[in-house]
């Protein structure tokens, strides 16, 4: 069985405390643990130990990132865990540096991690309807897809030289919320991917 870390990277905000990803996250780990897998949760209102969080990366076999979707991007608590726990991985423990050599500076930019057998999934709550991506003829998004937004956070794990799995999200959660169907869909999700 694999060891799964779990990120919940929500920020409470007066009119979104975070209950979904909440949610989410502990039917990760009930979904999870009665298949046999053993599951570590951080939160970004936990004191971070950036030594400790690196362990738990190097421990892992998988990452899920159980985020919303603010301003197109993640919240800005998790972009500081990046920036105090990811920065400090540079030296190793996540990626040896950013893979260039002095032989060819301008080449394999990305290339330095070392969680090559470590996989990551990402799962996202956010308000815009799942009909706003793959559409042309949408405004926003303009054709592009959910994994295209995300691609930010896909570079950073890739970066590690972590392998994605399928992408999950909850749809237009705040103005035409599914919870139930949306709690269905992500533990089949769990099922057909762990």
């Not at 998988?62 to 800005?76: E, F, H, K, R």
């Amino acid at each position: 069985m694999s060891n799964i870390l779990i990120i919940n990277a929500h920020q409470p905000y007066p009119f979104s405390p975070g209950r979904l990803n909440s949610t989410l996250v502990d039917l990760a780990v009930s979904t999870l643990h009665k298949k046999g897998h053993a599951t570590r949760v951080v939160t970004m209102q936990d004191e971070i130990d950036v030594d400790t969080e690196l362990a738990n990366h190097q421990w892992a076999d998988i990452v899920l990132l159980q985020s919303p979707i603010n301003w197109m991007g993640v919240p800005w608590s998790f972009k500081k865990y990046m920036d105090e726990v990811y920065t400090a991985g540079m030296g190793g423990a996540l990626c040896h540096g950013d893979g260039r050599s002095a032989e060819a500076p301008k080449q394999h930019y990305g290339t330095g991690g070392t969680l090559t057998d470590t996989r990551y999934m990402m799962s996202v709550t956010l308000n815009a309807p799942a009909e706003s991506f793959n559409d042309s003829s949408e405004f926003l998004f303009a054709g592009k897809s959910l994994d295209d937004l995300l691609f930010p956070m896909h570079a950073n794990f890739a970066f590690f030289g972590m392998q994605a799995m399928p992408t999950f999200a909850c749809y237009d959660v705040m103005k035409n919320a599914d919870i139930e169907n949306d709690l269905v869909r992500f533990e089949a999700h769990l099922n057909a991917h762990f």
